[in-house]
């Protein structure tokens, strides 16, 4: 079940899961609202039966100075980026812990983890999140509920087309990134697609980050030269 806010968006990504041969559909969720959370596990329970697996995804990521968020900015990114993570778990966690099995998987940033000027409540939600996937994963662990979270860096999604389109932009990524390339959708599904797997079964409550060997360059080096 892909689920979003807007829907058109969702239904295209279950024509494409469809067309490579698996069981696919697509659901409104505002997750903001609670409601909203229940008529969409109750949709995907007649649909597809007991969820096995929840990826909180959904996120805003806005751009602005400090001293212009405003109290609206900052509640509308808090309901979305760190309330509709708690409540999506909560509510299939009440399912999962009944089968005493299942996968949570909270997709967060190396923003988690670095601050950026620009970005301080998308930060601060964000590292939230690192910290509900921490509690979670304590508290839900011993139900035979796992918790896990992806850290992507910087990943050629729509979001960052306008960035991706700056040369300049680009190359300054690739001079902090070790690896020497943009990160890919794919390389992020590859890591939800393990952590949700058998072969990462005595694995909870960690954090694994997909950002090209972002992380590990220390922030005083002189920027990368990559040979091609």
Known sequence: MLADINVALAERGARKVAGAGYSAAAAFVDVRRFASIR????????????IDILVNNAALQPIQDFFKVTERDWNDL??????????CGQVVAAQMKKRHSGVIINIVTTNSFTARPD??????SKGGVSMLTRGMAAALSPLGIRVMEVAPGTTATPIQAAAMRQKAKV??????TPIGRIGTPEDVAAAVAFLASDDAGYMTGSTVFVEGGRMALSPTSNPLKHVK
């Open 39 to 50: 008529q969409l596990i109750r949709k995907t329970n007649a649909g597809f039966g007991p």
């Open 78 to 87: 808090m309901a979305v980026n760190l309330r509709g993570p708690f409540l």
């Open 119 to 124: 970005m301080v409540p998308y930060a601060a």
């Open 171 to 176: 190359q300054e990524l690739l001079s902090r």
